[in-house]
């Protein structure tokens, strides 16, 4: 099964810019898709963002699109999540995860392992 370790997380004013890496452990070779969860205090885990294992058909959640971007690094075991013009309603634990296909997928069922959490906090 693979692990998945985050980072980057933090305290940031609204406006700033933060960059979450995971990195991935357990597998020589995988092909399939991986994606950014985030689930704030008393709401439900929403998706965020995915990507196929070439770096090809990025999905994003409406809430984010223009201000977040996908990206891997398969070479480094890596996953990226760049965030930009971050807002106050970003605030979110934020989780990598692994999907269950090489297919994009949006929904949480649809992953197979998940990273600790990183804490991302915008303030005004």
């Known amino acids: 099964q693979v692990q998945l370790v985050e980072s980057g997380g933090g305290l940031v004013q609204a406006g700033g810019s933060l960059r979450l890496s995971c990195v991935a452990s357990?597998?020589?070779?995988?092909?399939?898709?991986m994606g950014w969860f985030r689930q704030a205090p008393g709401k439900e885990r929403e998706f965020v963002a995915a990507?196929?294992?070439?770096?090809?058909?990025?999905q994003y959640a409406d809430s984010v699109k223009g201000r977040f971007t996908i990206s891997r690094d398969n070479a480094k075991n890596t996953l990226y999540l760049q965030m930009n013009s971050l807002k106050p309603e970003d605030t979110a634990v934020y989780y990598c995860?692994?999907?269950?296909?090489?297919?994009?997928?949006?929904?949480?069922?649809?992953?197979?392992?998940w990273g600790q959490g990183t804490q991302v906090t915008v303030s005004s």
């Open positions: 995860a692994h999907g269950k296909t090489h297919v994009v997928r949006t929904d949480a069922s649809e992953y197979d392992a």
């Open positions: 357990g597998r020589t070779v995988t092909t399939y898709a």
């Open positions: 990507v196929k294992w070439f770096g090809t058909n990025p």
